[in-house]
């Protein structure tokens, strides 16, 4: 049989009962589509979260106060319930760790803030003027405070564009206007550009002050919450990390297993939620595969039963010189075709779902090349391995016995 008698021979099979051939391509279009719909929605949401955590910073380096948790250690010493990070820390690590850029300290805290008879409860940070160097801070409008500010603890502010919207209105210019934190006054000098951050924690939704004036009004004390560090490139990360920690367990008089303090690499983080989105991803894709599995499983019962209604036909075609590798090619192509057409359209439907999820916001999805070349590779593999039993099956008839069939 040529090529052509063969897909001429398929497309007669499958279209002499549409209803059936459609019913078993559906089950192979809904397995197709929710791969590809799973695989981008946990695609998208690994690049969303590597995205939001090189938004802090390039390059950076976490110091936080509080020990490492461990067996045997103490809950209540875990990191943000300790003091024992200082400025003079941050000017030691500037002074003598090598292959840094900046340091950035800081304290933070949640406060309400007040306006013109408007109120927003919001982050406030205080920090140094190397701060939007270190986390990637950038001002749209005005200007950030400088090092004389924090020097003479000046009452200045930077606030979010979110902050902004929230006091003085959407996109209003409030440069030289007054908020209150702690019934004090500090005048705005600079409101930072947008990140696309929403909800608690988010970047847009801060405000900045001198780590100086912070200290003395906010926290009382002379202690901070976190040391930003940036390298100067991607790969001095690791040394970075081991030069802080040997300086601040001299500095602090304690062991590696009595540390005071966490040292965290950005580039540590970035991998370990890269792995825990990549075993997402992988179980998204494996609840939606038991879809293709049933739908193969469909297949081979379509398949099974058309080599009974069509046994007299078998045992015809080997009467007249069929031979069992003519037969078997016939009814595995059919099998191959059916996963083949249901899998182009689970692809256009995967990638449409995909597409109206992230058009509406739901989530972020990204439909990578390489899920749609495998959704089609599982499409013919299923119709293969599906389809190989009932094309054996035909293909072993006895002709005589076939022909007798009733």
Same mark, same amino acid.
């Given at each position: 049989m040529t090529i052509f008698d063969i897909l001429h021979e398929t497309y007669s099979a499958l279209t002499s009962n549409k209803v059936r051939s459609g019913l078993t391509i559906l089950g192979i279009v809904i397995g197709i589509s929710s791969v590809i719909t799973m695989i981008s929605i946990g695609q998208g949401a690994q690049t969303s979260i590597n995205a939001s955590i090189?938004?802090?910073?390039?390059?950076?380096?976490?110091?936080?106060?509080?020990?490492?948790?461990?067996?045997?250690?103490?809950?209540?010493?875990?990191?943000?319930?300790?003091?024992?990070?200082?400025?003079?820390?941050?000017?030691?690590?500037?002074?003598?760790v090598t292959d840094?850029?900046?340091?950035?300290?800081?304290?933070?805290?949640?406060?309400?803030?007040?306006?013109?008879?408007?109120?927003?409860?919001?982050?406030?940070?205080?920090?140094?003027?190397?701060?939007?160097?270190?986390?990637?801070?950038?001002?749209?409008?005005?200007?950030?405070f400088t090092d004389q500010n924090v020097k003479n603890g000046d009452k200045v502010a930077i606030i979010g564009p979110t902050t902004r919207d929230d006091l003085f209105g959407v996109d209003a210019d409030p440069i030289g206007q007054t908020i209150r934190i702690k019934k004090l006054d500090f005048k705005? @000098?600079?409101? %930072?550009? #947008?990140?696309?951050?929403?909800? !608690?924690?988010?970047?847009?939704?801060? =405000?900045?002050?001198?780590?100086?004036?912070?200290?003395?009004?906010?926290?009382?004390?002379?202690?901070?919450?976190?040391?930003?560090?940036?390298?100067?490139?991607?790969?001095?990360?690791?040394?970075?990390?081991?030069?802080?920690?040997?300086?601040?367990?001299?500095?602090?008089?304690?062991?590696?297993?009595?540390?005071?303090?966490?040292?965290?690499?950005?580039?540590? @983080?970035?991998? %370990?939620? #890269?792995?825990?989105?990549?075993? !997402?991803?992988?179980?998204?894709?494996? =609840?939606?595969?038991?879809?293709?599995i049933v739908g193969g499983i469909g297949i081979m019962n379509m398949m099974l039963t058309t080599v009974t209604e069509r046994t007299r036909e078998i045992g015809l075609r080997k009467a007249i010189g069929a031979k069992q590798r003519d037969i078997s090619i016939q009814f595995l192509v059919e099998a191959v075709m059916l996963t083949f057409f249901g899998g182009f359209v689970g692809v256009v439907l995967g990638w449409t779902a995909s597409y109206l999820v992230t058009y509406f916001g739901l989530l972020q999805t990204t439909v990578s090349i390489s899920s749609i070349l495998l959704a089609f590779g599982v499409s013919?593999?299923?119709?293969?391995?599906?389809?190989?039993?009932?094309?054996?099956?035909?293909?072993?008839?006895?002709?005589?016995?076939?022909?007798?069939?009733?």
């Open positions: 090189q938004s802090i910073g390039s390059n950076l380096i976490l110091v936080m106060p509080g020990a490492q948790r461990g067996p045997g250690m103490n809950v209540s010493a875990g990191r943000g319930s300790a003091k024992s990070l200082t400025l003079s820390d941050a000017e030691a690590i500037s002074l003598e840094i850029k900046a340091v950035a300290p800081e304290v933070t805290g949640r406060y309400q803030v007040t306006a013109k008879g408007t109120n927003t409860n919001t982050q406030v940070i205080g920090t140094v003027s190397a701060y939007p160097s270190v986390r990637n801070v950038e001002v749209e409008n005005g200007n950030f705005v @000098i600079g409101v %930072t550009k #947008s990140k696309g951050g929403t909800g !608690f924690g988010s970047s847009d939704d801060m =405000v900045y002050v001198p780590i100086s004036t912070a200290q003395r009004y906010f926290s009382g004390d002379a202690y901070v919450s976190t040391i930003s560090i940036a390298g100067n490139d991607a790969t001095v990360g690791t040394s970075i990390q081991q030069q802080v920690t040997d300086l601040l367990i001299l500095r602090h008089k304690v062991t590696a297993l009595t540390m005071d303090f966490n040292v965290m690499n950005q580039a540590d @983080i970035v991998a %370990t939620a #890269s792995s825990v989105t990549g075993i !997402f991803t992988i179980l998204l894709a494996s =609840v939606a595969g038991i879809s293709l013919a593999g299923i119709g293969i391995i599906f389809g190989y039993y009932p094309a054996r099956r035909a293909a072993k008839m006895n002709p005589i016995e076939a022909l007798r069939y009733e």
